[in-house]
């Protein structure tokens, strides 16, 4: 899923494209990517952009007067610019947005069309699609932990959780609590003052870095290659090769659809986290050690 420097990329690179120009037409691929029936589609074409916003990992255009398009790319939503009137391709296109200086394609890979396309009328409608959560980069500290404490879950859990901080899904959660040097499945409150502003500084540091790292990708061109895998990172998408601080093996956590990677050294004090399935189904066989996972 496209997280949180994606998303400021994506919208830093569409700025000079589209700010100030009309959004001709909505053209739909795929009639289940609109989620609102009222106001109609067509009430946002011909309209002027005047600004692009993030709300968490949703990207919203902002239409003259107070109209707003709520588009949220969910797991394999990308964006693509191509040149005006270019066909949505595909499978994989859902839709287009016609500017008088290109369009911008919508594809979702995979079978499920998660992704969403919501319009509506009013900065009050606008908060309703709001998670609320607290955006890091603007935070202190001190504000970190107290949103930090508010619940008591796991780490991973927190991290990801949109109502408590924004734009923060798996792939940088894993790269933030590696930074941090602490368990995936650490409970937010019985963190040490010193922990949580290892986690704070850690966040940081890893947002902005990425943020960094994919404007440079990028160039002056606009984001092809948006992904939850990147070379560079130290433990997303890195089961079973090494760690690159102390060169023990990545372990992994499945569930559901998503996994939490993480170093057992680095952040679990050695200690081999059970994974759901499988070690239920090796029961007794479960490592639960890096020396009895290494033997």
């Given at each position: 899923?496209?997280?949180?420097?994606?998303?400021?990329?994506?919208?830093?690179?569409?700025?000079?494209?589209?700010?100030?120009?009309?959004?001709?037409?909505?053209?739909?691929?795929?009639?289940?990517?609109?989620?609102?029936?009222?106001?109609?589609?067509?009430?946002?074409?011909?309209?002027?952009?005047?600004?692009?916003?993030?709300?968490?990992?949703?990207?919203?255009?902002?239409?003259?007067?107070?109209?707003?398009?709520?588009?949220?790319?969910?797991?394999?939503?990308?964006?693509?610019?191509?040149?005006?009137?270019?066909?949505?391709?595909?499978?994989?296109?859902?839709?287009?947005?016609?500017?008088?200086?290109?369009?911008?394609?919508?594809?979702?890979?995979?079978?499920?069309?998660?992704?969403?396309?919501?319009?509506?009328?009013?900065?009050?409608?606008?908060?309703?699609?709001?998670?609320?959560?607290?955006?890091?980069?603007?935070?202190?500290?001190?504000?970190?932990?107290?949103?930090?404490?508010?619940?008591?879950?796991?780490?991973?859990?927190?991290?990801?959780?949109?109502?408590?901080?924004?734009?923060?899904?798996?792939?940088?959660?894993?790269?933030?609590?590696?930074?941090?040097?602490?368990?995936?499945?650490?409970?937010?409150?019985?963190?040490?003052?010193?922990?949580?502003?290892?986690?704070?500084?850690?966040?940081?540091?890893?947002?902005?870095?990425?943020?960094?790292?994919?404007?440079?990708?990028?160039?002056?061109?606009?984001?092809?290659?948006?992904?939850?895998?990147?070379?560079?990172?130290?433990?997303?998408?890195?089961?079973?090769?090494?760690?690159?601080?102390?060169?023990?093996?990545?372990?992994?956590?499945?569930?559901?659809?998503?996994?939490?990677?993480?170093?057992?050294?680095?952040?679990?004090?050695?200690?081999?986290?059970?994974?759901?399935?499988?070690?239920?189904?090796?029961?007794?066989?479960?490592?639960?050690?890096?020396?009895?996972?290494?033997s």
């Amino acid at each position: 899923m496209p997280e949180l420097p994606d998303i400021v990329v994506y919208l830093e690179r569409l700025r000079p494209r589209v700010l100030g120009e009309k959004l001709e037409r909505v053209r739909l691929a795929n009639p289940f990517l609109l989620r609102s029936v009222l106001p109609p589609l067509p009430e946002a074409h011909g309209r002027t952009m005047v600004e692009l916003r993030r709300l968490g990992k949703r990207i919203v255009f902002a239409l003259e007067p107070d109209w707003f398009l709520i588009l949220h790319l969910m797991i394999a939503g990308r964006l693509h610019w191509k040149p005006q009137g270019a066909k949505p391709p595909g499978k994989v296109g859902l839709a287009a947005f016609d500017f008088p200086t290109g369009t911008l394609i919508l594809t979702e890979a995979g079978s499920k069309r998660r992704a969403s396309l919501h319009l509506v009328r009013g900065e009050e409608e606008l908060a309703r699609h709001d998670p609320g959560g607290l955006e890091v980069l603007d935070a202190t500290a001190e504000r970190f932990g107290v949103v930090l404490r508010r619940e008591n879950h796991t780490l991973k859990r927190a991290l990801t959780d949109p109502r408590l901080f924004s734009g923060i899904g798996n792939s940088y959660s894993d790269e933030i609590l590696h930074r941090a040097r602490l368990s995936p499945l650490a409970l937010t409150q019985r963190l040490s003052a010193a922990e949580i502003t290892r986690l704070f500084q850690a966040t940081r540091a890893t947002l902005l870095e990425w943020l960094e790292q994919l404007r440079q990708e990028a160039g002056d061109g606009f984001p092809e290659k948006v992904t939850a895998f990147r070379d560079g990172m130290a433990v997303h998408g890195r089961y079973r090769q090494p760690c690159p601080v102390c060169g023990t093996a990545v372990q992994r956590i499945r569930y559901a659809e998503n996994e939490t990677n993480y170093c057992p050294r680095c952040q679990t004090e050695g200690k081999v986290l059970a994974d759901r399935s499988l070690s239920r189904l090796l029961k007794d066989d479960w490592p639960r050690s890096i020396e009895e996972l290494e033997s």
